[in-house]
């Protein structure tokens, strides 16, 4: 590996390495993986402190990998139907599953069985993970497929405003995902049973809290709470006479989308080529989403049997969140193994993985060093304004409120400016009332591009540097138009 070839290229709150490996895992290992690329990155480490991690990755291969997707996209080569047929396989197999350990009492289940459904979960998610690479490889860090789709619609000489609504439409998912199904499972409760306190009592309401409990677990819960549902229930509620047609329209969403979609590229004359590129959006935003979904009951499952297992072998959930996969099952078969070094990693760790070679973690005292000799830094202290990708075009100001966790959304009021490394559902509430997004990273499909287009805001995405550059408070400018923002002195 040459020095300074690796670059931070994702940083998230709330994680744990028990995820994060088996993910890496999937880009570097899967098979399935390699039906559509030659191979994962060279090498990427995960550096993980009390929950908070930074990911570093060969910044030189993972170029050639979107460059070499993009190729294959240009050409018509990659078959979208079989890559959700693949990737859907994958996430029914893993709830098929997550059904089966759910519906037992784990307390009279044997340590074997837990083996191996574990080594099943594992297999199955590793390999999503590695199709999953497809998606991601396309567009994050570089928006090759972004700037693709851009220059499509800049041949056609339409307006900024056009240009960008044509765009949000042909990039918009055509396919249901597990969160619209829940919404349709809600709104048809609660048209049902007209009232909250009837809905509450009905073993129909209680089997839907049952379905999606995972809904938005993440990487380590908490799992939804029937407050939440009946939350939603209420909001629904408050305007019954909209009901009907509200159900009406949720139902008909995809179609209306569809035919829309249809109308605007006839109406453009796209050619063959041209279409197959903008579905090739559609679908990768799909499965980006489909695979987090999957990954939410992928967590709350494990979890379940971590709870089971720490009180058998008295070890802390926590510990599960960071060990490998071969540490956990050397403690189900009952072999020694060194507790209390894996409880350390909670507190800082620092684990890497080259192709062909087997993973290893750096000593806490070689960390630093590591960092001056292969990481690419910049110093951003003191710059003012950053420039990154417009997701959503417009203007606006406003006082920057850093987001990166649940606990930030309340902090968030009317007009401000929302800064966050990324985002996901969990910020929603906080991403309606702010004025307008920035991202340290993502693409042109990524949530918060997604959010931005549905709600109209101005959004500028991949500016690296945001959370560090600007702090609560600031008073800054988006410049969504130039991918500019810019504090304000």
Same mark, same amino acid.
């Given at each position: 590996?040459?020095?300074?070839?690796?670059?931070?290229?994702?940083?998230?709150?709330?994680?744990?390495?028990?995820?994060?490996?088996?993910?890496?895992?999937?880009?570097?290992? %899967?098979?399935?993986?390699?039906?559509?690329?030659?191979?994962?990155? @060279?090498?990427?480490?995960?550096?993980?402190?009390?929950?908070?991690?930074?990911?570093?990755?060969?910044?030189?291969?993972?170029?050639?990998?979107?460059?070499?997707?993009?190729?294959?996209?240009?050409?018509?080569?990659?078959?979208? %139907?079989?890559?959700?047929?693949?990737?859907?396989?994958?996430?029914?197999? #893993?709830?098929?599953?997550? @059904?089966?350990?759910?519906?037992?009492?784990?307390? *009279?289940?044997?340590?074997?069985?837990?083996?191996?459904?574990?080594?099943?979960?594992?297999?199955?998610?590793?390999? $999503?993970? *590695?199709?999953?690479?497809?998606?991601?490889?396309?567009?994050?860090?570089? %928006?090759?497929?972004?700037?693709?789709?851009?220059?499509?619609?800049?041949?056609?000489?339409?307006?900024?405003?056009?240009?960008?609504?044509?765009?949000?439409?042909?990039?918009?998912?055509?396919?249901?995902?597990?969160?619209?199904?829940?919404?349709?499972?809600?709104? %048809?409760?609660?048209?049902?049973?007209?009232?909250?306190?009837?809905?509450?009592?009905?073993?129909?309401?209680?089997?839907?809290?049952?379905?999606?409990?995972?809904?938005?677990?993440?990487?380590?819960?908490?799992?939804?709470?029937?407050?939440?549902?009946?939350?939603?229930?209420?909001?629904?509620?408050?305007?019954?006479?909209?009901?009907?047609?509200?159900?009406?329209?949720?139902?008909?969403?995809?179609?209306?989308?569809?035919?829309?979609?249809?109308?605007?590229?006839?109406?453009?004359?796209?050619?063959?080529?041209?279409?197959?590129?903008?579905?090739?959006?559609?679908?990768?935003?799909?499965?980006?989403?489909?695979?987090?979904?999957?990954?939410?009951?992928?967590?709350?499952?494990?979890?379940?049997?971590?709870?089971?297992?720490?009180?058998?072998?008295?070890?802390?959930? #926590?510990?599960?969140?960071?060990?490998?996969?071969?540490?956990?099952?050397?403690?189900?078969?009952?072999?020694?193994?060194?507790?209390?070094?894996?409880?350390?990693?909670?507190?800082?760790?620092?684990?890497?993985?080259?192709?062909?070679?087997?993973?290893?973690?750096?000593?806490?005292?070689?960390?630093?060093?590591?960092?001056?000799?292969?990481?690419?830094?910049?110093?951003?202290?003191?710059?003012?304004? $950053?420039?990154? @990708?417009?997701?959503?075009? *417009?203007?606006?100001?406003?006082?920057?409120?850093?987001?990166?966790?649940?606990?930030?959304?309340?902090?968030?009021?009317? *007009?401000?400016?929302?800064?966050?490394?990324?985002?996901?559902?969990? $910020?929603?509430?906080?991403?309606?009332?702010?004025?307008?997004?920035?991202?340290?990273?993502?693409?042109?499909?990524?949530?918060?591009?997604?959010?931005?287009?549905?709600?109209?805001?101005?959004?500028?995405?991949?500016?690296?540097?945001?959370?560090?550059?600007?702090?609560?408070?600031?008073?800054?400018?988006?410049?969504?138009?130039?991918?500019?923002?810019?504090?304000?002195?």
């Amino acid at each position: 590996m040459k020095p300074k070839s690796l670059e931070v290229f994702n940083e998230e709150t709330n994680v744990n390495f028990y995820c994060w490996q088996i993910i890496i895992h999937g880009f570097f290992l %899967s098979k399935l993986m390699k039906k559509y690329l030659p191979s994962g990155p @060279q090498s990427q480490t995960a550096h993980l402190v009390k929950d908070h991690g930074l990911s570093a990755i060969e910044v030189p291969s993972w170029l050639r990998l979107g460059r070499f997707l993009m190729r294959k996209l240009r050409k018509q080569q990659v078959s979208l %139907s079989q890559l959700i047929v693949e990737h859907q396989f994958l996430g029914d197999r #893993i709830y098929g599953l997550y @059904q089966e350990i759910d519906s037992r009492d784990l307390r *009279g289940v044997k340590t074997e069985e837990f083996i191996a459904w574990f080594k099943q979960l594992w297999q199955d998610f590793v390999d $999503l993970n *590695g199709v999953g690479l497809v998606p991601v490889v396309s567009d994050y860090y570089h %928006s090759y497929l972004s700037i693709e789709l851009n220059d499509i619609l800049k041949k056609r000489n339409l307006t900024d405003a056009l240009r960008q609504e044509h765009l949000n439409l042909l990039m918009n998912p055509d396919r249901p995902n597990i969160p619209w199904h829940e919404q349709l499972d809600l709104l %048809s409760l609660v048209h049902k049973h007209k009232d909250l306190k009837t809905l509450k009592r009905s073993a129909a309401f209680r089997g839907h809290l049952k379905k999606y409990e995972w809904l938005n677990y993440g990487y380590q819960g908490p799992a939804i709470k029937p407050e939440d549902f009946l939350a939603r229930a209420a909001k629904l509620l408050k305007d019954k006479r909209k009901l009907k047609s509200e159900l009406a329209a949720h139902r008909n969403y995809f179609k209306r989308i569809n035919a829309r979609q249809r109308q605007i590229e006839k109406k453009l004359q796209l050619t063959r080529r041209e279409k197959y590129l903008f579905e090739s959006a559609r679908v990768f935003t799909y499965l980006k989403g489909y695979r987090i979904d999957v990954r939410h009951y992928f967590h709350f499952i494990c979890d379940l049997m971590f709870a089971e297992l720490g009180r058998r072998f008295r070890v802390p959930l #926590i510990w599960f969140h960071y060990a490998e996969r071969p540490e956990i099952l050397a403690l189900l078969r009952g072999k020694k193994i060194n507790k209390k070094a894996i409880l350390k990693r909670y507190r800082g760790m620092f684990w890497f993985i080259e192709q062909h070679k087997r993973p290893r973690f750096v000593p806490r005292s070689q960390v630093k060093a590591f960092y001056k000799k292969y990481i690419r830094s910049q110093d951003v202290q003191d710059a003012t304004e $950053l420039i990154g @990708q417009p997701a959503y075009l *417009g203007k606006a100001r406003g006082r920057v409120k850093i987001v990166n966790s649940v606990k930030d959304v309340t902090k968030v009021e009317h *007009g401000d400016i929302l800064v966050a490394i990324t985002t996901n559902p969990d $910020l929603l509430p906080a991403m309606y009332r702010a004025n307008a997004f920035v991202t340290d990273t993502g693409g042109i499909t990524s949530h918060v591009a997604i959010v931005a287009r549905e709600l109209k805001k101005p959004c500028v995405i991949g500016t690296k540097f945001a959370t560090k550059v600007f702090k609560d408070g600031d008073l800054v400018e988006v410049d969504a138009n130039k991918g500019i923002v810019r504090k304000i002195k």
